[in-house]
Every structure is written in structure tokens, then in C-alpha cells.
């Protein structure tokens, strides 16, 4: 173990055991009195913005998914992680090795312990960390046989819960008149999951605070909206009296208009008009695209998205395919956060019950490998002169040996890569026929110039894949064709691509099985 360093100038720095071992940065060093905690209860104080300006505290989030959008974003979210099948557990080991008896025998009761507990509903309860920034676990032990059996593991609410000046958790309740003390966390009681907590902010990020705003805004807006539609959704009756009527004439003809409004029925005097108004389109429709505004933030708040919760309107292919993307990141990191969560109960469990010695249970999320690439990759070796034994279709595909046969290679056979001579490879032959294709899909005007058609077929020409060529004619074509002209032309250039690519690779196919 070194004693220093040497720092740039050539003087060496030595360390201090005492120094390296102590926190510097603290509350108490940085100043914060028991001022700014919370008063007697010494505990610090819910750091979150936007409860702060609202002057609430987090019961408030609670009464949120009584809101459509909330509840469905909040279950659109935990479902993509709770729909997953591949969540497992295995005996802790070493890094490339196996897991010891013991760590086995570990892994054996831990599993059997969990046989009447509900993972469902505990990943479910994980999941509730992003919204509120965090949940408490509860472990339930009971002792037996030399064991500490985990009987339960319950969320708890996060209300009820604060964290000291250290950091620390404590239970307080719910408070009263008079609010007892709060009480430390016992060790190996409970688990906590937060979500991007801080030293600054223990509490974590809780997106559902973020939410208070837009649902505050959609219900004053509905109640708004409920107003206007009831006022001004139904025409209005108006009533010309003639110019000579009394005030009593007057007053006898909108009690009749007013009882027209629910039978329809009204006797008019002579001379009188009666016309039918109603109110514009616009109103209505301005209010739709308030609430409508306030969902996309909710939406995009708790998705990160907006386009796999709501599908109004037209959207693009690519933006669908970019806010798919968003939260498919979204449930990989919630995977993470329950991965983490189950390794610290496992680790307890093992702490408890086996000692530091035992490497404890590991949790995860075990994606099957994807067999058609596995496939794609077995058949570019076979088209080298790789042959594969009946083992590796068994072990790789999970084949039965009665649903398959090997064929033995043939004597002497071995990979000829050399194009047959004297003619000309398919692939080349559909590589013209496609340049030729796209040079007429061109305008007339672009078409006219030699010297573009030559650089759209070299472009044509040097593409490796589908996303290459459609890139590279991006670049050539945009600065000379309308958006609408372009999209046009490209979604016609890549059918031809494609259908040229795939008759050539059948054609190559046939050649080599008559060959």
C-alpha cells in the first residue's frame, strides 16, 4: 500500500489514514443546523421542487392516479417490465466459475423460502420507485431449525418513512397532533429502492411530483370544459319580438322559448321570429387541445414518449420507431433497478443466515439469445465449408436428434470461392439491373445530367446495406427535390432494391443446388 504520491513538480504528497478515512463533505461541516431539518424530529426535509412551491408533502401524490392518463402511462410502464418472463434467479458465483455446495444450498432455501411469496407483486412494488423516488421493502423472517426463513417481502408506502441527517431511514408514521419520535430501521429489516437518489436528495426523483401541474391545469380545464359545453354546446334559441310588443308580450314569448328548449313546442306571436344559434367550432376545440396538451406531459413525464400511450393523428414510421426506442431504455432500466433490489434481499438473506463466506443468490434478467441470428451466422459458415455436428443443433436450437438429420459432407468437397468462369455472377448482373432501375426512377431534369446518374449509381454501387443506400441517396437527392418528392422516390428505390436483392440471392440459391 503506497504512502503518497508524487505530484508534478516532483514533491512527494503523503496521505493521511485519518483524512482518507473521514467524510469532509457533511451537513454538519458544510453548516446546516437542525434549523433546516425538520425542527425537533431532526430529519431532513422533502427537498422536491415542486411539492416545496405548492407547500404539499408527498401524500399528495397518492390522489394523481385517480387521473386516466396518470394510471395508464404509470401501468404502461410496469407492465413492459412485469410482462417479461425472463426474470431469474441462480446460485451466486465467481466470475467465470461455479457456485460452491454451499452457495447452492443457499440458493435452494432462498428459492424454497420465496415458493408462497408473490414476485409479481413485488417487482410491481419496485416498479412504484420511479414515481414516488422511493419504496421500502419490508423483509418478514421467521426463525426455525437453525434458519431465518424470509416468510414476505411487502412494500410498504413511502409516506411513512423520512431520512435523517446521515442519510439514514427511519418509520415516523403518519403524524398526529403529536408526532412520536422517529424510529431507526432495524438491520436486515428492510430494503430500499430509489430511484436516482442523492446525497442531497435521499428521497430520489419522483416524476409523479412533475405530474401535479398538468393535472391540476386538465381539471380546471375539464371543470372549464364542462361549463362551456353545458352553456354553449346546445344552440341557442333567439327571439325577434315585433317591434310594437310590450314588455309583457315580450316576457310571455321567452317563457316559451324556454320551455321549446325541452318539448320543442313554443307558440310564437304573429310577427315574431324565432332562429336557431349555436357556437363555433374553434372554443370547443381549443379546450380539446389544452387537455390533450396536459396528457402529452404526463405522458411524456412518466414514458418518456408520448406516441406508444397515445396514436391521435398521423405519426411518422421513424418517430414511432425512435419513441419505441425511448421506452424500450425506460423498462431496461427498470429492469436494473429490480435486479439491484433482489440482490440486496438476497444478499441479506445470505448475510443472515450464511455469513460473509457464501456468495449470495443473483438475480436477473436472462434475454434468450436470438436464434435467427444464430441461424444466420450457422448458415454463412456452412456457405464457407464449415460442417456442424448433430450435437451443436441439440445444444444451440434446442432440437430433439428425432427431428433432425446431419448430411456427411461429400468426398473431396471443399468451399470453391472462384466464380464460375466464363460468365458473369448473378450478383453483379442484379447490381446493374438496380443501378439502371433507380437512374430511370429519376426526374426528368436530374436524369438530363450524365455526369449525377453517374455519381447516383456509384453511390448505388458502394452501398453494404439498405441503410447505406437510402443514406446515400438522401445526401445526392435532397438538395434537388421537395420533401414529398423525395419520401416518393425513395419508398420506390428501396422496393426495387429489395426485390432486386432477393431475386438474385434465389437465383444464386438455384445455381448452387444445380451446380
Avoid at 73 to 95: I, Y
Amino acid at each position: 500500500m503506497a504512502d503518497g504520491l508524487f505530484l508534478p513538480d516532483g514533491t512527494f504528497l503523503s496521505f493521511s489514514a485519518a483524512e482518507l478515512t473521514t467524510q469532509l463533505a457533511t451537513r454538519q461541516n458544510a453548516g446546516v443546523t437542525l434549523g433546516e431539518l425538520e425542527g425537533w424530529l431532526n430529519t431532513l426535509p422533502d427537498p422536491d421542487p415542486v411539492l416545496r412551491k405548492r407547500g404539499e408533502d408527498a401524500t399528495v401524490l397518492d390522489d394523481l392516479s385517480a387521473d386516466d392518463q396518470v394510471t395508464t402511462a404509470m401501468l404502461s410502464r410496469k407492465n413492459r417490465v412485469l410482462n417479461c418472463p425472463d426474470f431469474t434467479l441462480r446460485a451466486g458465483a465467481p466470475d467465470g466459475g461455479t457456485a460452491t455446495p454451499e452457495a447452492e444450498e443457499l440458493y435452494r432455501r432462498f428459492v424454497q423460502d420465496l415458493e408462497r411469496t408473490n414476485l409479481r407483486t413485488v417487482i410491481s412494488g419496485i416498479l412504484d420507485a420511479p414515481f414516488f423516488g422511493f419504496i421500502p421493502l419490508e423483509l418478514i423472517w421467521r426463525p426455525g431449525n437453525n434458519w431465518w426463513h424470509l416468510v414476505d417481502i411487502v412494500p410498504r408506502p413511502p409516506r411513512w418513512f423520512r431520512f435523517d441527517n446521515e442519510n439514514r431511514p427511519t418509520f415516523v408514521g403518519v403524524y398526529g397532533g403529536i408526532a412520536a419520535q422517529p424510529v431507526p430501521l432495524p438491520a436486515g429489516k428492510f430494503v430500499f429502492v430509489q430511484h436516482h437518489a442523492t446525497y442531497d436528495n435521499p428521497y430520489g426523483l419522483r416524476l409523479l411530483s412533475r405530474c401535479l401541474w398538468p393535472v391540476a391545469f386538465k381539471r380546471g380545464g375539464l371543470r372549464f370544459y364542462a361549463k362551456f359545453v353545458e352553456r354553449h354546446g346546445l344552440p341557442w334559441v333567439v327571439g325577434e319580438a315585433p317591434a310594437k310588443a310590450e314588455r309583457l308580450e315580450k316576457q310571455d314569448m321567452a317563457r316559451d322559448l324556454a320551455r321549446m328548449v325541452q318539448d320543442a313546442v313554443a307558440v310564437i306571436p304573429h310577427g315574431a321570429n324565432v332562429k336557431l344559434e349555436s357556437a363555433g367550432q374553434t372554443q370547443g376545440a381549443l379546450h380539446e387541445d389544452f387537455l390533450a396538451r396536459q396528457d402529452r406531459a404526463i405522458s411524456k413525464i412518466l414514458m418518456g414518449q408520448t406516441l406508444t400511450v397515445e396514436m391521435e393523428g398521423a405519426n411518422s414510421l421513424a418517430a414511432a420507431e425512435t419513441h419505441r426506442s425511448v421506452a424500450e431504455d425506460l423498462a431496461d432500466a427498470d429492469k436494473a433497478m429490480v435486479v439491484d433490489a433482489w440482490n440486496e434481499i438476497a444478499w441479506l438473506y445470505a448475510q443472515v443466515n450464511a455469513g460473509p463466506g457464501v456468495l449470495a443468490p443473483l438475480a436477473a434478467y436472462d434475454e434468450p439469445e436470438d436464434l435467427n441470428t444464430r441461424a444466420d451466422l450457422d448458415k454463412k459458415l456452412v456457405e464457407i465449408g464449415v460442417r456442424f455436428t448433430a450435437e451443436h443443433f441439440k445444444e444451440n436450437y434446442g432440437l430433439k436428434e428425432s427431428e433432425f438429420t446431419v448430411d456427411a459432407p461429400q468426398p473431396g468437397g471443399i468451399a470453391n470461392f472462384a466464380a464460375p468462369s466464363g460468365r458473369k455472377p448473378l450478383a453483379e448482373k442484379a447490381q446493374a439491373t438496380l443501378d439502371t432501375a433507380i437512374a430511370k426512377m429519376l426526374p426528368g431534369a436530374l436524369k438530363a445530367s450524365a455526369e449525377f446518374v453517374t455519381r447516383v449509381e456509384n453511390a448505388v454501387r458502394k452501398a453494404a446495406s439498405y441503410d447505406d443506400l437510402q443514406d446515400a441517396l438522401v445526401e445526392l437527392l435532397a438538395p434537388s427535390m421537395t420533401p414529398d418528392a423525395l419520401e416518393s422516390f425513395l419508398a420506390r428505390a428501396m422496393t426495387a432494391a429489395a426485390g432486386y436483392g432477393a431475386t438474385a440471392v434465389a437465383a444464386e440459391e438455384a445455381e448452387d443446388g444445380n451446380a
